[in-house]
């Protein structure tokens, strides 16, 4: 099968400050074809990259692919691979980083292409003068936002947007309301204390000490981020394009949860229905609250 796909190579960012601008670029040189090479288990006969002005293409022959999603595969493999050595010589990674964007759209892969291909793009509007630029508040949760609305790759997004949620944790106001609910009274602390003291290894003491940081409450994690939400927020159910409504209840935030943690494992893939259609309404609610509307967390 002969397979050809365009790609750019890009730079993550750039820096620029009032006096200085500075960023960084990349060309591939030495263009040469590359045969018989075992990219996990797929046989590839011929990879050559080919220059296309500002662009370039992937030009491969593999016999071993049965169907576009091993072809995509294939090609994403080789792209996280060649981005990596892009980046081993870096000399100002500070002021940008080098990754291949795929152009799967343009993808052609024999006897597997789609009859039709359709391209859209949505516009949207913001009314400037809706924008209220007196007393910005909250900065290191736009920050956060903004991270998460620049980054291209899912997973960044999700550890971006969680962030806002571990961020009203640890607020003075989600403070107070579940300080008294406490998981250990002080007779509990007093034995913990007292058991603390027969350690001879200092670690091993602060390890016993540790269960007694305030976060170890009656409630869990998910108890309390669903009754700060509701209670203090009045955030009681998200809208999900207009159409769909979801409850906030400790069941969606354990999954939301659940899922930030996962993606540490490896062979991990993030379901992209709990990122657009759980995670993302909240955090954007959660914004509204903070940003429009002026609550005061502190």
């Given at each position: 099968?002969?397979?050809?796909?365009?790609?750019?190579?890009?730079?993550?960012?750039?820096?620029?400050?009032?006096?200085?601008?500075?960023?960084?670029?990349?060309?591939?040189?030495?263009?040469?074809?590359?045969?018989?090479?075992?990219?996990?288990?797929?046989?590839?006969?011929?990879?050559?990259?080919?220059?296309?002005?500002?662009?370039?293409?992937?030009?491969?022959?593999?016999?071993?692919?049965?169907?576009?999603?091993?072809?995509?595969?294939?090609?994403?493999?080789?792209?996280?691979?060649?981005?990596?050595?892009?980046?081993?010589?870096?000399?100002?990674?500070?002021?940008?980083?080098?990754?291949?964007?795929?152009?799967?759209?343009?993808?052609?892969?024999?006897?597997?292409?789609?009859?039709?291909?359709?391209?859209?793009?949505?516009?949207?509007?913001?009314?400037?003068?809706?924008?209220?630029?007196?007393?910005i508040n909250h900065e290191e949760i736009l920050e956060h936002f903004y991270e998460?609305?620049?980054?291209?790759?899912?997973?960044?997004?999700?550890?971006?947007?969680?962030?806002?949620?571990?961020?009203?944790?640890?607020?003075?106001?989600?403070?107070?309301?579940?300080?008294?609910?406490?998981?250990?009274?002080?007779?509990?602390?007093?034995?913990?204390?007292?058991?603390?003291?027969?350690?001879?290894?200092?670690?091993?003491?602060?390890?016993?000490?540790?269960?007694?940081?305030?976060?170890?409450?009656?409630?869990?994690?998910?108890?309390?981020?669903?009754?700060?939400?509701?209670?203090?927020?009045?955030?009681?159910?998200?809208?999900?394009?207009?159409?769909?409504?979801?409850?906030?209840?400790?069941?969606?935030?354990?999954?939301?949860?659940?899922?930030?943690?996962?993606?540490?494992?490896?062979?991990?893939?993030?379901?992209?229905?709990?990122?657009?259609?759980?995670?993302?309404?909240?955090?954007?609610?959660?914004?509204?609250?903070?940003?429009?509307?002026?609550?005061?967390?502190?």
């Open positions: 099968m002969r397979i050809i796909c365009p790609f750019e190579i890009k730079s993550s960012h750039k820096y620029s400050d009032i006096s200085y601008r500075h960023g960084n670029k990349l060309a591939l040189t030495d263009l040469k074809v590359v045969q018989d090479i075992n990219i996990h288990g797929n046989i590839v006969q011929e990879l050559q990259i080919v220059r296309k002005e500002e662009k370039y293409e992937f030009q491969i022959i593999c016999t071993s692919c049965n169907d576009i999603v091993q072809v995509k595969s294939l090609l994403s493999d080789i792209a996280e691979l060649i981005s990596f050595y892009m980046n081993v010589n870096n000399t100002n990674p500070h002021h940008g980083t080098y990754y291949i964007e795929m152009d799967f759209f343009d993808l052609k892969a024999e006897g597997l292409e789609p009859p039709v291909k359709m391209g859209m793009t949505t516009e949207d509007r913001l009314n400037v003068s809706s924008v209220n630029f007196n007393d998460g609305a620049r980054t291209e790759l899912p997973k960044s997004k999700y550890f971006h947007w969680f962030t806002i949620l571990e961020y009203l944790e640890n607020c003075e106001k989600y403070t107070q309301l579940f300080v008294k609910d406490r998981l250990f009274d002080d007779e509990d602390v007093n034995k913990v204390r007292q058991l603390a003291k027969t350690m001879g290894d200092q670690r091993k003491k602060d390890i016993v000490l540790g269960i007694l940081k305030p976060k170890y409450t009656i409630k869990n994690r998910a108890q309390k981020l669903a009754e700060f939400l509701n209670d203090f927020f009045g955030i009681a159910e998200i809208n999900v394009l207009h159409e769909y409504f979801f409850s906030v209840n400790v069941e969606l935030i354990e999954e939301i949860i659940k899922t930030r943690h996962k993606l540490y494992h490896k062979g991990v893939q993030l379901d992209e229905k709990i990122l657009w259609f759980k995670l993302y309404p909240i955090i954007l609610d959660v914004m509204k609250k903070l940003i429009i509307e002026k609550y005061d967390i502190s």
